[in-house]
């Protein structure tokens, strides 16, 4: 199985509660090795940008606003097939369908408020990384 990487961030909710290192363990006890990671208050530019693909869902505005109310952990993360690793341990986005042991069942308010993002693909993985990483940020 190959070494890859993927692009995760740790939301607002979980930032505000000081979830950042409970839900960073999760990830390194998932196989998963932080690369690059920085705290950062999205822009309002930042998030409609970074979540342009779902500009025309209802949920879209809520979602940005949601998105800058609080600083977010942007990280890259790197394993073995990372994208599925991650999402593995992130679980469901709604975490009423998540499993047992995975971040969002364990930490996660809603479907908006579900403590992690990440990348559903090694192209947006790569694509999402770029959006917030100089390749000199990240130290594998
Ligand atoms: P994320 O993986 O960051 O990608 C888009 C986000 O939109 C998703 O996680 C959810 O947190 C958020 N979202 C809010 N409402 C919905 C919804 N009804 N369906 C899917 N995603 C939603």
């Known amino acids: 199985m190959a070494v890859t990487r993927t692009f995760s961030i740790i939301k607002p909710d979980a930032t505000r509660r000081n979830l950042t290192g409970a839900v960073t ?3 390194e006890d998932a196989g998963l ?3 690059a990671s920085k705290r950062i208050h999205m822009t309002r530019e930042q998030a409609e940008g970074f979540y342009a693909v779902h500009r025309e869902r209802p949920f879209f505005s809520e979602l ?19 994208v599925k690793r991650n999402r593995d341990v992130m679980g469901a986005t709604n975490p009423a369908d998540a499993a047992e042991g ?3 069942k364990t930490y ?3 479907i908006e408020a579900n403590s992690v993002h990440g990348s559903d693909s090694d192209e ?7 959006f917030f990483f100089k390749p000199e940020e990240i130290v594998g």
């Open 25 to 27: 363990a999760m990830l």
């Open 33 to 35: 090795r932080v690369v």
């Open 64 to 82: 940005v606003d949601f998105m800058i109310s609080a600083p977010v952990v942007v990280q890259v993360l790197e394993g073995e097939d990372a």
């Open 102 to 104: 995975t971040i969002r």
């Open 108 to 110: 996660a308010e809603s």
């Open 124 to 130: 947006n993985a790569a694509i999402e990384i770029a």
